[in-house]
């Protein structure tokens, strides 16, 4: 699993607006309104409500202790998104008292394996990874126009890609899954057996024109696999695509690496 650095996120703040209108302009959409569609929802389900919630991040400092700007950057997208929202002085379980004490109805935090938003007052709970993958395949569901009956390749089938095969199914797609350990495979057809194992990474890719890129491994993708038509959206961190492929695909792709999952784990714990 990744651990996020302080560098990966020193500018995400400061980028907020401009990443925003980048999705726009790619994907058709803004941040908010891919993460509601990764719910098959839309920004209007939720009009009138943001005033009920006040989102209280809370820095972690077990296992490998806190990033610096982590849970600062967490509280800025969720503002970002028009939501009442603060960071905790204190941390750990102080933190989480605080939190509540301050009126806090939706927190969030995370150590070293978990990041989840949580409503205290209704229950729901929403891990990064599947609200990663969910709201990344909504992006890709997006600027495809679609994804019935169209072939996607999923390379990773951890919890991130988990999240992006079960949408991509529930919308039709056909889901090609790969990934370097086979029983993660296998873990992930037996939640979702409609889609597909992909034995060969590059046979996969010569079929594929849609791509979830759901690994923590940098340049997997060879650039003669970039077609004129490729789409990826590509949760992983770093990301899988070296510069020249980059090049290549232009503004058909999604990449960040905080933006879209924290969004999604926002609406998902937002009550009906
Ligand atoms: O980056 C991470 C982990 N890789 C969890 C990711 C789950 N998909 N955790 C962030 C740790 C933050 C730290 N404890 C803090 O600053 O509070």
């Given at each position: 699993?990744?651990?996020?650095?302080?560098?990966?996120?020193c500018?995400?703040?400061?980028?907020?607006?401009?990443?925003?209108?980048?999705?726009?302009?790619?994907?058709?959409?803004?941040?908010?309104?891919?993460?509601?569609?990764?719910?098959?929802?839309k920004l209007?389900?939720?009009?009138?409500?943001?005033?009920?919630?006040t989102?209280?991040?809370i820095?972690v400092?077990?296992?490998?202790?806190i990033i610096s700007?982590?849970?600062?950057?967490?509280?800025?997208?969720?503002e970002?998104?028009?939501?009442?929202?603060?960071?905790?002085?204190?941390?750990?379980?102080?933190?989480?008292?605080?939190?509540?004490?301050?009126?806090?109805?939706?927190i969030?935090?995370?150590?070293?394996?978990?990041?989840?938003?949580i409503?205290?007052?209704?229950g729901k709970?929403?891990?990064?990874?599947?609200?990663?993958?969910?709201?990344?395949?909504?992006a890709l569901?997006?600027?495809?126009?679609?994804?019935?009956?169209?072939?996607?390749?999923?390379?990773?089938?951890?919890?991130?890609g988990?999240?992006?095969?079960?949408?991509?199914?529930?919308?039709?797609?056909?889901?090609?899954v790969?990934?370097i350990?086979?029983?993660?495979?296998?873990k992930?057809?037996?939640?979702?057996?409609?889609?597909e194992?992909?034995?060969?990474?590059?046979?996969?890719?010569?079929?594929?024109?849609?791509?979830?890129e759901?690994?923590?491994?940098?340049?997997i993708?060879?650039?003669?696999?970039?077609?004129?038509?490729t789409?990826?959206?590509?949760p992983?961190?770093?990301?899988?695509l070296?510069r020249?492929?980059?090049?290549?695909?232009?503004?058909?792709?999604?990449h960040?690496v905080?933006?879209?999952?924290v969004?999604?784990?926002?609406?998902?714990?937002?009550?009906e």
């Amino acid at each position: 699993m990744t651990r996020l650095r302080a560098d990966d996120i020193c500018n995400v703040n400061a980028e907020l607006m401009d990443y925003n209108q980048q999705l726009v302009h790619t994907v058709g959409k803004s941040l908010a309104e891919i993460a509601v569609h990764s719910l098959n929802k839309k920004l209007e389900d939720f009009a009138g409500r943001y005033d009920l919630y006040t989102v209280g991040v809370i820095p972690v400092s077990c296992g490998e202790g806190i990033i610096s700007g982590f849970s600062l950057t967490v509280q800025k997208i969720v503002e970002f998104l028009g939501f009442r929202s603060f960071v905790t002085e204190d941390k750990d379980v102080g933190g989480l008292a605080e939190a509540v004490r301050k009126g806090a109805n939706i927190i969030f935090l995370a150590d070293d394996d978990n990041f989840v938003a949580i409503n205290i007052v209704s229950g729901k709970v929403s891990d990064n990874g599947e609200a990663t993958g969910r709201g990344y395949a909504a992006a890709l569901d997006l600027m495809a126009g679609g994804l019935n009956k169209r072939t996607v390749l999923l390379i990773g089938a951890g919890p991130v890609g988990t999240g992006a095969a079960t949408f991509m199914t529930g919308r039709g797609a056909r889901v090609l899954v790969y990934d370097i350990d086979g029983d993660k495979v296998e873990k992930l057809r037996q939640a979702l057996p409609e889609a597909e194992a992909a034995s060969e990474l590059n046979e996969a890719l010569v079929q594929a024109r849609l791509i979830i890129e759901a690994t923590p491994a940098a340049d997997i993708i060879d650039q003669k696999y970039i077609f004129q038509d490729t789409m990826i959206a590509a949760p992983g961190i770093p990301l899988g695509l070296n510069r020249e492929c980059k090049n290549i695909i232009g503004g058909r792709l999604v990449h960040d690496v905080l933006e879209i999952g924290v969004a999604s784990m926002l609406f998902a714990v937002l009550d009906e």
